[in-house]
């Protein structure tokens, strides 16, 4: 069988406020395989956003993320910034919200 391209397993994301700890994400766990699309689906907060990001390493170093993201076999958290860059853009990157901004008309309109 295929290995995934990208692991996900007991994701936690938490965020220091002065109102308390924001626990964002609470052990998410997911395989994505070479090929597919995998959509996430949750209410407004549920912590899509947080999640990916912390994939491809854009939170805050405020942020504290625990557990594993492998891509291809190797574990993207705990990367440097500078070894980060490598899979950025190259490997593994982000469409953020509003597309219309992200990607050139040209692009979107085939
Ligand atoms: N930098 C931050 N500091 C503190 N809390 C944060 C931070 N970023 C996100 N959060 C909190 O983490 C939780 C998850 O937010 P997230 O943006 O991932 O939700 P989402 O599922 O992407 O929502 P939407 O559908 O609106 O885009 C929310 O409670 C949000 O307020
Ligand atoms: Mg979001």
Redesign the pocket.
Same mark, same amino acid.
């Given at each position: 069988m295929t290995d995934p391209i990208l692991s996900v397993n007991d994701l936690h994301v938490s965020?220091p406020?002065e109102a308390g700890v924001?626990d964002?994400v609470r052990g998410v766990s997911f395989d994505l395989y070479p090929g597919r699309t995998l959509g996430i689906v +949750?209410e =407004?907060?549920? +912590?899509? =956003?947080?999640?990916s990001l912390a994939i491809i390493g854009l939170l805050?170093d405020s942020a504290k993320v625990t557990g594993s993201v492998t891509f291809d076999g190797t574990e993207l958290l705990g990367l440097s910034d500078q070894q980060m860059t490598r899979h950025r853009g190259n490997d593994i990157a982000m469409i953020f919200?509003d597309p219309l901004s992200s990607l050139t008309p040209r692009v979107l309109g085939g």
């Open positions: 965020f406020s924001v964002a +949750g =407004s907060g549920s +912590g899509k =956003s947080v999640t805050a919200q």
